[in-house]
């Protein structure tokens, strides 16, 4: 069966794409989105490889190295790209995690100063998390990590903890009720333990291996989820906090006026 090398190119930069495509959807709050966009971009990864293995007879390993030389030639131009993540798209420094963990607790602070009791507490919609459910959550995860990098220390190569699914952690903790300043306090304690953990670990350390559901986690892959995983709902709670229905704020300021007068 004859196959033409552009599907094969085309399934390979699909991959990419899609990939790329579900870390900015990460980043600006849109997790479900980027659940679907990881999973096309895994099945054009497969059916790329597929596509390869159907002309892997055509392949001369010789005169492959000339054209990987060629395209690394062309292409120099990536290479910082590549290089600075450690081989990984989209992963993150030490560095870059520590800055971005050190301010998602004032940054949070400052997208709900002006953020009322109500509208902490409203939803969106039935399905969607309140401000204060979404902060709850952000520090149940930050605790998470805590236990995960934990036992990453101790033993490298075993299954890290994974209590239950993580869009479950703050539930039946009260988190829907409490206060702005609560939730703040809350979540700076959460981020203290957590950079305690990190800014003790040595550059051996980010390199630890061990496992998620089988599969190979380092830890500069546990802190680069939890970067962009703040970030991302940072990026919800900015854009909730115009989104949420205010009538019933209005409404009950006009009632409370009307009383008065």
Known sequence: MSI???????????????LVAAEQAILHGQFNTAKVLRACAHSQRIMAMEAGRLLADEYDARDLFNVILEEIDSDKDFGPFYSSTAGHLGQLSPEAIINILEGIPNEVEAAIVNVNQAMLQQKPSADEWSIAEIIGHMLETDLLFVKRAQALLEAQGKELPWPMPPWKLQEGKGYETMQSRELLAYMRAARTQSLAVIRAMTPEDWMRKGLSFGSKISMLDLGTWLANHDRGHLAQIKRQEYVVPK???IIASFVSSARLT
């Open 4 to 18: 033409p090398p552009k599907y094969l190119e085309r399934g390979g930069q699909a991959y990419i794409r899609n």
């Open 247 to 249: 009538f019933p704020v």
